[in-house]
């Protein structure tokens, strides 16, 4: 079983729509989650993070976690044709090693 | 906010030449520098966890003689692929744990030749 697992896509929305991304993880113990935006060719830019069950909404994006069911996920609302990207979900389980997700490709159709 | 330098951008290089990949912190301490990997269309494959002072820990399958990383101080890793082959081309981008999550240098493009 993989550390983290992710939806590989890829997934299409249409300019304005709500993009909503999910990330499971195996490891109940996980402390701390996060969500990075890779574009082509580019490094990971680190978008969220959320520690604790709820939600955490920053501009037009909302992360949502539930530790209970071990996920946790990424809203887009309104979304542009310039958050096309690979996102990625991240997990520490406490100390420096963090798991990533295989990504999931997200197109935003004009 | 944490911010890692990784130098250089892209490199080609000759079949059986060795590249040296800088990361550095610039403002912050990194005592603990991530290594990855990522093919085209794939995702981030941890190479190697880098110690300040230590030796770095190889994940399974990553050749340590082939890969070898320096972690000589709290603000500079290097990772240099020796005798480098085509396979090895792949795009190399380090992290280092900050407050708020990884921080990723920018990448490094390698296209051996």
């Known amino acids: 079983q993989k550390e983290v697992e992710q939806n590989s896509g890829p997934l299409s929305v249409p300019e304005g729509a709500i993009a909503s991304l999910n990330c499971t993880y195996s490891?109940?113990?996980?402390?701390?989650f996060f969500w990075y935006r890779q574009y082509s060719g580019k490094s990971p830019e680190l978008i969220m993070f959320i520690y604790s069950n709820g939600d955490k909404e920053d501009g037009r994006f909302t992360a949502q976690l539930n530790k209970a069911s071990q996920y946790v996920s990424l809203l887009i609302r309104d979304s542009q044709p310039s958050d096309s990207a690979t996102y990625l979900c991240a997990v520490n389980r406490g100390g420096n090693q963090f798991y990533f997700g295989t990504g999931t490709s997200l197109t935003v159709i004009p | 906010g944490a911010v890692v330098s990784q130098h250089p951008s892209w490199v080609i290089c000759k079949s059986g030449t060795s590249v040296k990949i800088e990361c550095r912190s610039l403002?912050?301490?990194?005592?603990?520098m991530f290594w990855y990997r990522q093919f085209p269309k794939q995702s981030l494959m941890l190479m190697a966890t880098s110690n300040e002072g230590s030796k770095a820990t190889y994940e399974q399958g990553v050749e340590k003689d082939k890969f070898l990383i320096n972690h000589a101080s709290l603000t500079l890793s290097t990772l240099t692929v020796t005798s480098a082959h085509p396979e090895d081309s792949s795009f190399y981008i380090c992290?280092?744990?900050?407050?708020?999550?990884?921080?990723f240098g920018s990448g490094t493009r390698l296209t051996v030749v």
């Open positions: 992290s280092a744990r900050a407050v708020r999550g990884h921080t």
């Open positions: 403002d912050f301490q990194a005592t603990t």
């Open positions: 490891d109940r113990g996980s402390q701390s």
